[in-house]
């Protein structure tokens, strides 16, 4: 086990390999991090390797194909950080799924997976990642959230996504408040629109939703826009901040 590493600090993004998180990726990395990141398909988690093909050759990217609702997974991943790193300073919960839309029409098991993926999941890392977060000089944890948890708003279609984020914010309280005492900072980041994968085959509703919500000039909210507000909430800048979702949202819930 490595508790020093060359690099500045320790990361571990889930759901890595596109959108937000590959631009998370990305950041970080330019940061001067170690980064640690899993996603579902082998494909996109071949093609963030080989874009960063010299960070992932000497051990500044760490990827892994595995889906953050097996717990045999989860286990795994963690202990490779443990075992590389020895430690962790950064905890991105980035991984999520809109399954399905509707209110009573959204399926039992379209309802669990979502529950499964954007709100048990990112518990389940921050418990298995404790030891870790702890040999940390400046822990903190990221969930990354959803401005549809803060309001029903129309234009938030699936009933089940905003729950699961709701769960998620409330989450983030909770823990802010039991792990305080022990210097782990937990907290949230909610965009409102983003232009990311997410919305691909709806790219009307995306336009639509950005002309009736997005107060500020109509404009919509960009994966980097997300990644900075992350990097500067995982900075020593943010280092009294703690339980709070920052909305990232270019107005989106102000009603």
Not at 123 to 131: G, R, V
Not at 176 to 189: E, H, P, S
Request: charged letters at 15%.
């Amino acid at each position: 086990m490595n508790n020093i590493t060359e690099f500045s600090r320790v990361v571990c993004i889930s759901g890595g390999s596109s959108g937000i998180g590959a631009e998370l990726v990305a950041q970080f990395l330019a940061a001067g991090d170690q980064v640690y990141t899993c996603g579902r398909d082998p494909a996109k988690i071949a093609q963030l390797a080989n874009r960063w093909e010299k960070a992932t050759a000497n051990g500044q990217l760490i990827t892994q194909i595995g889906d953050v609702t097996d717990a045999d997974f989860r286990a795994h991943f963690i202990a490779t950080i443990a075992e590389q790193s020895g430690r962790l300073d950064v905890l991105v919960n980035n991984a999520g799924v809109i399954l399905a839309s509707g209110d009573l029409e959204e399926s039992i098991a379209d309802w669990r997976m979502t529950l499964e993926t954007n709100l048990i999941a990112p518990f389940a890392l921050i418990q298995a990642s404790i030891q870790l977060l702890e040999k940390s000089a400046a822990p903190v944890v990221i969930n990354l959230s959803s401005a549809c948890a803060q309001q029903p708003f129309s234009t938030c279609t699936s009933t089940s996504y905003s729950v699961s984020k709701a769960g998620l914010d409330m989450l983030t309280q909770r823990l802010a408040r039991a792990l305080g005492q022990r210097g782990i900072r937990v907290n949230g980041i909610a965009p409102g629109v983003v232009n990311s994968e997410m919305w691909n085959g709806a790219q009307a509703l995306m336009t639509e939703t950005v002309a009736r919500r997005h107060v500020l000039k109509q404009h919509i909210v960009t994966v980097t826009d997300v990644a900075n507000a992350v990097l500067f909430i995982a900075s020593a800048q943010a280092q009294l901040i703690t339980g709070v979702t920052l909305n990232v949202d270019a107005g989106y819930t102000l009603g």
